[in-house]
């Protein structure tokens, strides 16, 4: 079952309207319980989905991870979902081949339930302290039915990175300080970097990125809290009759976000004649040729992939007009 082919058309259309398409699945049943909960994933990220395959196992492979797979030539790791996120699946039927940040890894699943269309405003971020960095939202696939259907959208960025950790033995900083070489990312004074991102991995990151860069920030983790902020910043601005230029200097974005997802930020932020002068960086773990030529047609000044400081920094110093 390809998903590669789905149309650039179809896409535009879905984030035209602040919508996206969710794969949902099951990965068997928690400790303790008897149903299998309902995870899912955003479309625009599988790749393609399988029966699963025989996996060789590699001799010190990270803990979760089952081994690799030859899948037409290319192969890729495979990583035990369930045991990720705790539960104990009736059999690994059904792969997910996925590609995030420029990488491509598949994961195991008990079985694949549908695919269904959402608006953004249907997800929810999820609490802290109960997803323990797995789960960055909760999708009410029913709307605002009462007893409707929930789905624990996961956070791959943040299980990829604890399953399968960066080799790289260089800090974010010292990625940075190579690729600038001494030149050095300067904002006018009194402006800040607006940022928003769901995932808590990514937040770190970036906030490791932007402190090595000596950039001040804010951080927000959606889109509809980025733009609760800015429409605040306007309002201070407007009272003091200075414009928005003087306090934003730059909003980075994420794409899949609760609420709101990046597409429609960048949007209202283009449309709206104070604001759209701010330049706007979309920093996403799409990627891929399509995704990349799509996330780059939302109107954003530049797109950058997840995670690469390096590539990071020398973007915003571009799109500042420092480069």
């Given at each position: 079952m390809?998903?590669?082919q789905r149309e650039i058309d179809e896409r535009t259309n879905l984030t035209g309207s602040n919508k996206f398409e969710m794969l949902l699945f099951r990965l068997g049943?928690?400790?303790?319980s008897q149903h299998a909960e309902l995870y899912g994933i955003n479309v625009f990220k599988i790749r393609e989905i399988v029966a699963m395959p025989?996996?060789?196992?590699?001799?010190?492979a990270p803990k979760h991870v089952l081994g690799v797979v030859n899948l037409r030539g290319q192969v890729i790791p495979v990583i035990d979902l369930p045991a990720?996120?705790?539960c104990e699946p009736k059999g690994l039927n059904i792969m997910l081949v996925t590609e995030y940040s420029r990488t491509t890894q598949a994961f195991a699943a008990e079985g694949v339930e549908d695919i269904v269309?959402?608006?953004?405003?249907q997800v929810l971020p999820a609490e802290a302290g109960v997803a323990r960095g797995t789960v960055t939202s909760i999708a009410r696939l029913d709307g605002d039915a009462a007893n409707g259907r929930l789905a624990q959208v996961l956070d791959v960025e943040s299980i990829l990175r604890n399953v399968m950790p960066s080799q790289d033995k260089q800090s974010i900083k010292e990625q940075i300080d190579e690729q600038l070489q001494g030149r050095s990312v300067k904002l006018a004074p009194g402006t800040v970097i607006l940022a928003a991102d769901d995932s808590l991995v990514a937040r770190r990151m970036i906030e490791q990125g932007l402190q090595a860069m000596g950039l001040p920030y804010i951080m927000t983790q959606s889109g509809k809290e980025a733009w609760e902020k800015l429409a605040a910043l306007q309002a201070e601005?407007?009272?003091q009759g200075a414009g928005i230029e003087t306090r934003v200097a730059l909003v980075l974005t994420d794409l899949e976000m609760p609420d709101m997802d990046g597409f429609t930020l960048t949007r209202k932020i283009k449309q709206d004649q104070k604001l759209r002068g701010i330049p706007v960086v979309i920093h996403s773990s799409l990627s891929g040729a399509t995704n990349e030529q799509h996330v780059r047609s939302a109107g954003a000044d530049a797109y950058v992939a997840k995670f690469a400081?390096?590539?990071l920094s020398v973007t915003l110093r571009n799109v500042l007009g420092q480069g």
């Open positions: 390809s998903l590669e049943t928690a400790p303790g025989p996996v060789t196992a590699m001799a010190g990720v996120v705790g269309r959402l608006d953004w405003s601005c407007d009272a400081p390096d590539e």
